[in-house]
Antibody, heavy 122, light 107 residues
Framework: QITLKESGPTLVKPTQTLTLTCTFS??????????VAWFRQPPGKALEWLAL???????RYRPSLKSRLTITKDTSKNQVVLTMPNMDPVDTGTYFC??????????????WGQGTLVTVSS | EVVMTQSPATLSVSPGERHTLSCRAS??????LAWYQQKPGQAPRLLIY???TRATGIPARFSGSGSGTEFTLTISSLQSEDFAVYYC?????????FGGGTKVEIK
């Protein structure tokens, strides 16, 4: 059974760095074709993909945010961490991590964490 | 980036009806398209991937079709639990992109 859960601060001040952790079970990020991604969703708006890390440590980032995003994996802890410096109120939203459907070339996501609401405010 | 456009933005329907949601890509995404259902306060749920393959556990009343730039999600007989927001997402090109969503509400 695959599960994912996001953890991190619920409130950050503008200019601070957001660090979110996705802790998962039921799969290994060292297995071929496995990948985990981060998404966010501003209140009342659509989903937005942020970053993805593959089993082989290859990474992809949203171009418009690439300078601010870092995704890392810790296979031994079954965790994926997203860091995002210089937070702004427009970064307020629910942040999700998700497991990619496990076949090469896939880009859909079959298991999602419950999400964590991050508010950026002074 | 590939822009995904969904229509209509809102669909008011009665239980038991059949309805089709549309998703258009600004350039071809082949069959690299997924559909998700999201209810308030919940994470998205994968319904369809590869444009037409139902994900594990998804009822047969959900079906997807299309390729290239035009895609549809059909719900053959709407149940009460189907009232939600539906998103399409392409994974043919980076960045992965979503449509703006179609809200299916009770008439």
């Amino acid at each position: 059974q695959i599960t994912l859960k996001e953890s991190g601060p619920t409130l950050v001040k503008p200019t601070q760095t957001l660090t979110l952790t996705c802790t998962f079970s039921g799969f290994s990020l060292s297995t071929s074709a496995v990948a985990v991604a981060w998404f966010r969703q501003p209140p009342g708006k659509a989903l937005e993909w942020l970053a993805l890390v593959y089993w082989d440590d290859d990474k992809r980032y949203r171009p418009s945010l690439k300078s601010r995003l870092t995704i890392t994996k810790d296979t031994s802890k079954n965790q994926v961490v997203l860091t995002m410096p210089n937070m702004d109120p427009v970064d307020t939203g629910t942040y999700f991590c998700a497991h990619r459907v496990a076949y090469h070339g896939s880009g859909s996501f079959d298991y999602w964490g419950q999400g964590t609401l991050v508010t950026v405010s002074s | 980036e590939v822009v995904m456009t969904q229509s209509p933005a809102t669909l008011s329907v009665s239980p038991g009806e059949r309805h089709t949601l549309s998703c258009r890509a600004s350039q071809s995404v082949s069959s690299n398209l997924a559909w998700y259902q999201q209810k308030p306060g919940q994470a998205p749920r994968l319904l369809i991937y590869g444009a037409s393959t139902r994900a594990t556990g998804i009822p047969a009343r959900f079906s997807g079709s299309g390729s290239g730039t035009e895609f549809t999600l059909t719900i053959s007989s709407l149940q009460s639990e189907d009232f939600a927001v539906y998103y399409c997402q392409q994974y043919n090109d980076w960045p992965l992109t979503f449509g703006g969503g179609t809200k299916v509400e009770i008439k």
